[in-house]
């Protein structure tokens, strides 16, 4: 195969993880509390000096092959969203960038989230999927009474996290939670945060990433033609000599 290939197929493949990322931060321009995600790109040097320094002895094909293009891993944005006010007393904003809302899941497990577009269900206070927002105990919250005091927000760093469904994030094993005893001035009632992806970058970034993909995909077609001549011309040659012969 020609060495040109790998580099090309390899940024063609990590085209389409950025198509699919980017599309979905762009599908999400409108979802409260929501955090677009970046991917960063590496060599495979990189990995193998990884590997190396961490006991192994990967094998070392060419320079070429060295060379090619990888997705290195995947980070979620922690900037804050606009604050828009609404009215409403059941929408609530986060005032730190770094913390949030506890919410149970389907499953029964606590999950976290920057949506604060809560409602009434049955007495208990619950999100926009219906699923119950929690107090510091990790127990649903009823609104019979003074609830606003009983929200429990906690604090995690970015890197601690993983996206999750509904809008939500989990947190990876041995990742440090803050729990504050008091919400007191961590929330404000009665606003809403939005979405932190910026729909002309991302259309921009969705642009490229189709570009990038389509370039790729002509030069490897025009690798495939090159070849396609060279072996037919081969094949003429070898077919004139055997006739000298």
């Avoid at 506890?102 to 976290?112: A, H, L, P």
């Avoid at 947190?171 to 504050?180: L, Q």
Wanted: net charge negative.
């Amino acid at each position: 195969m020609n060495q040109g290939t790998y580099p090309l197929a390899a940024s063609m493949i990590n085209q389409i993880n950025r198509l699919d990322m980017v599309s979905n931060n762009l599908a999400n321009s409108n979802t409260n509390g929501f955090k677009q995600e970046g991917i960063s790109e590496g060599s495979f040097n990189h990995y193998l000096q990884r590997a190396q320094q961490e006991g192994f002895t990967p094998t070392k094909i060419n320079e070429v092959t060295n060379t090619i293009p990888k997705m290195d891993s995947k980070f979620i944005n922690s900037a804050q969203g606009a604050i828009m006010p609404t009215g409403n007393t059941l929408d609530f904003a986060l005032n730190k960038t770094d913390t949030f809302f506890k919410i149970q899941d389907d499953s029964g497990e606590v999950v976290y989230t920057r949506d604060g577009a809560f409602k009434i269900q049955d007495g208990l206070l619950v999100d926009s999927n219906g699923q119950f927002v929690l107090n510091s105990d990790n127990e649903p919250i009823a609104t019979e009474e003074e609830f606003v005091n009983q929200i429990a927000v906690v604090k995690i760093d970015y890197k601690d996290l993983d996206k999750y469904k509904d809008n939500n994030f989990k947190v990876k094993d041995g990742a440090f939670i803050e729990n504050f005893d008091l919400n007191d001035g961590e929330i404000m009632q009665g606003a809403i945060e939005r979405s932190n992806v910026n729909s002309v970058s991302a259309m921009v970034s969705l642009i490229d990433a189709h570009r990038r993909f389509d370039q790729a995909q002509k030069a490897l077609s025009t690798i495939d033609e090159l070849n396609g001549k060279l072996i037919e011309k081969i094949g003429s040659n070898t077919r004139s000599w055997s006739q000298v012969a």
